[in-house]
T-cell receptor, first 113, second 115 residues
Framework: DTGVSQNPRHKITKRGQNVTFRCDPI?????LYWYRQTLGQGPEFLTY????????KSRLLSDRFSAERPKGSFSTLEIQRTEQGDSAMYLC???????????FGEGSWLTVV | AQSVTQLGSHVSVSEGALVLLRCNYS??????LFWYVQYPNQGLQLLLK??????LVKGINGFEAEFKKSETSFHLTKPSAHMSDAAEYFC?????????????FGAGTRLFVKA
């Protein structure tokens, strides 16, 4: 059973550039979550999907952020016109419809310089 | 809305000593409670969870936690710390009837283990 897979693991980008992260959830997990974690803080909820439907978005998700899950399998998180404040680790997690636990990937570190 | 408070951003213990990491939660309905561990530059790994069954929950690596409804607490303990336990620990809460079963995390407690 493979876990949640995220890539790239690390991304350094210049301010103003666009970046995209990909998440492959655990097979047969219909629910997929994105979180953001900054140094010294716990993960903060950004958004979640049930299959391909994006059902909730946090106020943290500004209009520069967009997440998709077009076929209900993998998901992408795109950040447009990156700012230094976007520097963080972006975590993806998934769970089964009938499950009560979310399982995390290794995270994608973003550094905006 | 649910929330989590972890008391103490840093805890330091000697190897072999008791580990106690404190967590208090707020929830309008019976919660599901979790402890996750995070090692440097890695994602979060589930240590244990409470889902309304036994109030004393045992997890991996010798950790356990006790759900106390009257105190709204879910403290994490381990009888004897090991150097490999040094990491960041996060307490989290979910409400089953919240749309999406959103999980909310505390700010974390960093555990240091001294030789």
């Amino acid at each position: 059973d493979t876990g949640v897979s995220q890539n790239p693991r690390h991304k350094i980008t210049k301010r103003g550039q666009n970046v995209t992260f990909r998440c492959d959830p655990i097979s047969e997990h219909n629910r997929l979550y994105w979180y953001r974690q900054t140094l010294g803080q716990g993960p903060e909820f950004l958004t979640y999907f049930q299959n391909e439907a994006q059902l909730e978005k946090s106020r943290l998700l500004s209009d520069r952020f967009s997440a998709e899950r077009p076929k209900g399998s993998f998901s992408t998180l795109e950040i447009q016109r990156t700012e230094q404040g976007d520097s963080a680790m972006y975590l993806c997690a998934s769970r089964q419809d009938t499950g009560n636990t979310i399982y995390f990937g290794e995270g994608s570190w973003l550094t905006v310089v | 809305a649910q929330s989590v408070t972890q008391l103490g951003s840093h805890v330091s213990v000697s190897e072999g000593a008791l580990v106690l990491l404190r967590c208090n939660y707020s929830s309008s309905v019976p919660p599901y409670l979790f402890w996750y561990v995070q090692y440097p530059n890695q994602g979060l790994q589930l240590l244990l969870k409470y889902t309304s069954a036994a109030t004393l929950v045992k997890g991996i690596n010798g950790f356990e936690a006790e759900f106390k409804k009257s105190e709204t607490s879910f403290h994490l303990t381990k009888p004897s710390a090991h150097m490999s336990d040094a990491a960041e620990y996060f307490c989290a809460v979910s409400e089953a009837d919240t749309g999406g079963f959103k999980t909310i995390f505390g700010a974390g407690t960093r555990l240091f283990v001294k030789a």
